[in-house]
């Protein structure tokens, strides 16, 4: 059974920093796109950061673009979000999702829920 499991998020204040993880069971990161998407309420979901973990090509999201940095552990078969300079727009639910597609930078973009797993997500909130 394939499961994404989230963790890192909390509460921070504006400025400050968290890292969220995504580990898979029963699923290998190997040469699959792994992407964060966030929603928050009221609001539709955006795709935060992608990576194609076969090449390690990274896609960014305009909002969050030299803020955030995504990264892979391979042997720990889990992908990182370091989220600096947070801000309060920040704050929403990320969710971690995983693909075969090597259409990475374009399922950041229309952040669909129609491909791969997904996990439950971790809340994440950014006061002024």
């Known amino acids: 059974q394939v499961q994404l499991v989230e963790s890192g998020g909390g509460s921070v204040q504006a400025g400050g920093s968290l890292r969220l993880s995504c580990e898979a069971s029963?699923?290998?990161?190997?040469?699959?796109?792994v992407a964060w998407f966030r929603q928050a309420p009221g609001k539709e979901r955006e795709g935060v950061a992608a990576?194609?973990?076969?090449?390690?090509?990274?896609y960014y999201g305009g909002s969050v673009e030299g803020r955030f940095t995504i990264s892979q552990d391979k042997v720990k078969n889990t992908i990182y979000l370091q989220m600096n300079s947070l801000k309060p727009e920040d704050t929403a639910m990320y969710y971690c999702?995983?693909?075969?597609?090597?259409?990475?930078?374009?399922?950041?973009?229309?952040?669909?829920?129609?491909?791969?797993?997904w996990g439950q997500g971790t809340q994440v909130t950014v006061s002024s």
């Open positions: 029963g699923y290998s990161f190997s040469n699959k796109c």
């Open positions: 999702a995983a693909d075969k597609t090597t259409s990475c930078g374009a399922w950041l973009i229309l952040a669909s829920v129609d491909l791969g797993y």
């Open positions: 990576i194609y973990t076969g090449d390690s090509v990274t």
